[in-house]
């Protein structure tokens, strides 16, 4: 005579594929979270991704994403299984079996498949993350940064996303054993999931909540510091969001439950209410897949634009060469740059030199005030704030070639050469201060000037300028070279080896950041306080760190105060020296889209197995082979298309808004339009892709629906 654990064994081996499919969704699932996890709290990529930045911040949002769709993923794969398991569970009951047999028979079954599907996810996340690292370096690009290390501490989420799933798998166990009525069990694994009617405004509704929740999202942070004066949690920003998810649902909802087509008559009736049999499933799945291909392209589309953007912004300087120094420093001027020039080979066409100045300047400042709702802040003006670099319009003239003449009393900012970057020129001054001799000029704004290369430097009259330079010590100067060379393409060596020459004649007062003024050193010196930007005030706080001994680095390359501007230099280097930057986005690209079509393919083929029966009825009732491959297409597109659809529409025009908001005034530059051509072809590689994805799934699908053994 058989025992309880005989027959319980006996049924197991009989459902391995469900087992399996529940220990494959949650070992993808940690998986996925473990090698993003190790990724993004790797000491390789938070030296690179500066505290608070914006690429940190994308990187945390698709982050997010990723996690919430593992979430929702392994949750629907667990309700599947006790659907599933369901008709034999209540055959136990039925026969005698005690609830506590059962719950203790389930929980042995799901402790094991949840510790081992989540201890080799999580044992095999970061060999994964090396592994594909090791592939970007060998066969894309390599540089000293790009050595990878992990934290240990990294594995604290997949811990917890462990921890989340054998707690949810033996709630589901005990709630679906707890049941009362033992024929709703049995017949638990035939209930469909039916839609409530949807009304066809769902859909119209659905893409305007969409459309109003990104502009909130993309909008109100700007809106809240701005006008309010307040620094919204990030929390409220994320409920800003909140309209587009609710728009999004109703948007699929009414997708899998009427189309968008005209209705004709009885054609794809049977597709169309499978689907709709099994609608909430769908759409929960296909919520989650529409999430995870925006976060992928979002991810993916750094790299396409910011290359092209600035291979762009490269091609389009008026110069091939050019550096600038403090004063006090002794760097390599006319004759020393024409004998190295004369070792590697190369001629100088043309050479600029001019003097310019750092003034103070005034300004308004934030004072921050920390409330229960966030920090907000006031704004206080002062006549000495900060530094900047101003020219005399001859000067000015003798650098760009512009024919610059400002009235006397006026001062003029300079923008990039699209007239946009406000945000990072300084604004309008006002009042302006010799720092040797505290002798004040007033002056009205001018007509800002346009020229990349000298953004955010400040352009005087020659008289104004004469009288407010008057006694400045060479600490308050700067000199800045313009020069052009015969055969730009080929100076590389030489752009190199004067680089590295800069390098070398520069001191250790001037080893600092963008983010370093002299005035506000000078200022804070004054009042006998330690400067909050000095390296290594700036280094506890988390900053940037320049070494003259990591020059090759990109945090060098990105924030040196005095960092030149070679063209070719650039060019060659960009590659490398943004190689963290490129491909930590590619690889959070490539396992989103990994996610994507996994899911996919469960839920097409979950479709398959649960409607096989029905494929079987139509198949002796006479439909042709046609007709039967019109309707499992029917279920595996809409499943496949629908949110890759959705999610690369949604996200292309989300970015889109963010370039043309993010310019001041707001517009999309010419390099900004170069990228987003550039994602665009990102997005019809992807796309071509994703279909080979889903003809290998649809021939999956119709292996086990039309031409199935036994059929």
Known sequence: MQTFSDVYRHLRRKQWRQYALLAGCAFFSTLLITAYACMMRSPTILTVLPEGGDSRKQVMMVFVLAVLGCLVFTTYAAGLFFRQRSRELGIFLALGASRQQLKGALRRDLTV?????????????????????????????????????????????????????????????????????????????????????????????????????????????????????????????????????????????????????????????????????????????????????????????????????????????????????????????????????????????????????????????????????????????????????????????????????????????????????????????????????????????????????????????????????????????????????????????????????????????????????????????????????DPQQAADRGLSVIDYDDSDSSEFRAYWLYMPQFRVLDQNDFATTMAVFLMLFIFIALVCFAAVIVIAFTRSMTLALTNARVYDDLRRLGAPPDYLYRTVKGQVSRVFQVPILVGTVLIYAFYGLIMYTNSQPAGITASEGAGMLTCLAVVAGVTLLLYLVYRLTLRQVCAVTIYRKGG
């Open 113 to 533: 498949i949840a510790l081992a599907a989540c201890l080799a996810g999580g044992v095999l996340g970061a060999p994964l993350s090396w592994g594909v690292w090791t592939l970007f370096r060998r066969f894309l690009v390599d540089s000293q940064e790009m050595a990878l290390s992990f934290d240990p501490a990294a594995y604290g989420l997949p811990l917890c996303f462990g921890a989340y799933v054998l707690v949810m798998l033996l709630f589901l166990a005990s709630r679906s054993v707890d049941r009362t009525n033992i024929l709703d069990i049995i017949q638990e694994a035939h209930k469909s999931e039916p839609i409530r009617a949807v009304k066809r405004w769902y859909g119209p509704v659905g893409l305007l909540l969409v459309a109003v929740g990104v502009a909130l999202g993309n909008l109100m942070p700007s809106v809240f510091v701005r006008v309010f004066h307040w620094y919204a949690p990030s929390v409220v920003t994320g409920l800003c969001y909140a309209p587009a998810l609710v728009g999004l649902y109703m948007f699929l909802l009414h997708t899998v439950v009427n189309g968008w087509g005209r209705r004709k008559g009885y054609k794809n009736l049977i597709a169309t209410a499978m689907m709709k049999f099994q609608g909430r499933q769908t759409v929960r799945n296909m919520l989650v897949m529409t999430l995870l291909v925006a976060g992928a392209y979002f991810a993916s589309f750094y790299a396409p634009m910011m290359s092209s953007s600035s291979a762009y912004s490269f091609e389009q300087r008026p110069v091939d060469y050019e550096y600038h120094w403090r004063g006090d420093q002794d760097l390599p001027e006319q004759d020393a740059v024409l004998a190295l020039a004369g070792e590697h080979d190369v001629a100088l066409t043309s050479w600029a030199q001019v003097t310019a100045a750092t003034l103070g300047r005034d300004g308004s400042y934030s004072v921050e005030r920390e409330t229960a709702f966030g920090t907000t802040y006031t704004t206080e003006y002062t006549q000495l704030l900060k530094g900047a670099t101003f020219f005399s319009e001859s000067d000015w003239n003798t650098l760009t070639g512009q024919e610059v003449d400002l009235r006397p009393g006026t001062c003029a900012n300079g923008l990039d050469d699209e007239g946009g970057s406000s945000y990072r020129s300084g604004g309008d001054v006002a009042v302006l201060t010799n720092m040797v001799t505290r002798q004040t000029l007033r002056v009205t704004p001018a007509e800002p000037l346009r020229y990349t290369m000298l953004l955010g430097c400040y352009v005087l009259d020659d008289s104004d300028y004469a009288a407010i330079t008057q006694d400045l010590t060479e600490l308050w100067t700067e000199e800045y070279v313009f020069f052009n060379v015969a055969d730009a393409e080929a100076s590389y060596p030489f752009a190199k080896a004067l680089f590295q020459e800069i390098i070398a004649c520069s001191g250790p007062e001037v080893e600092v950041a963008d983010y370093y003024d002299l005035v506000g050193a000078a200022l804070a010196q004054e009042r006998g306080e330690p400067y909050a930007y």
